[in-house]
């Protein structure tokens, strides 16, 4: 038998022959148009190699892990139709990493678009920058985010692996300086999410949570990758 070919004669017939909703709804399933959910950036997003099931948000937010996560039941891209993952973010990745991940980049359908960067250039100096760095990282994102042929994108911030607690201070870094370097980069992060998506707040959600939600120091644990799923779950679905 050949694969079932739904047309407007068909569907009236479904109607007005009883099967109404149920062959509408068949119909309607069948037209639905696939999602793409593309991930850029870092080890935030690209933390599979830190737990031992391989998994990273990007994953969860298309398609739930429900004996791991049974509370995220039913809330995933997958609940409400076709939907394709094409991750492209790289643990370790800087700002200007960025624009080899987009080499290549198939685009079709509708898409979402999900990045997270700056903890890599904070790590690497911008941390205690006087500002120019700030700026020229600023000037980068700008650019990759403005020629990426995909919207809405959802740039989430960077988080702070210390909990805003000093004792934690892993860099020997004068926290002073760091947290507010943090905050001038989270800054140009949110203004750019402003203009060309919008912005997902991972530093705050994150400080409410506790040092499972990090393993070696600053990457997401399996917690952590649920973790920021959660945060970003609700822009993906259109609830944000």
Request: glycine content about 12%; aromatic content about 8%.
């Amino acid at each position: 038998m050949g694969p079932f070919q739904p047309t407007r004669r068909r569907v009236i017939q479904a109607i007005a022959g009883g099967a109404g909703l149920l062959g509408l709804s068949y119909y309607v399933q069948r037209e639905q148009t696939m999602v793409t959910l593309y991930t850029f950036g870092d080890s935030i997003l690209d933390c599979a190699w830190y737990n031992e099931f391989g998994i990273h948000p990007g994953q969860l937010l298309v398609r739930n892990d429900d004996r791991l996560f049974p509370e995220f039941k039913g809330q995933d891209l997958q609940s409400q139709g076709p939907v394709r993952l094409e991750h492209r973010a790289r643990d370790g990745a800087t700002v200007n990493d960025l624009p080899a991940q987009v080499q290549g980049l198939p685009v079709e359908g509708h898409a979402i678009a999900l990045l997270t960067i700056g903890g890599n250039d904070l790590l690497r100096g911008l941390i205690q920058d006087p500002g120019e760095g700030i700026a020229a990282f600023a000037e980068a994102l700008e650019v990759f985010v403005q020629r990426l042929p995909l919207r809405p994108v959802l740039l989430g911030n960077v988080y702070d692996p210390t909990f805003g607690d000093d004792r934690r201070n892993f860099l020997g870094v004068d926290p002073t300086v760091g947290r507010q370097n943090l905050q001038r980069l989270n800054g140009v992060i949110e203004k750019i999410a402003n203009r060309y998506g919008h912005g997902v707040d991972l530093h705050a959600h994150f400080l409410r949570g506790d040092p499972s939600w990090f393993t070696a120091t600053i990457e997401p644990s399996l917690r952590g990758a649920s973790e920021v799923r959660r945060a970003f779950l609700p822009y993906v679905l259109g609830k944000g």
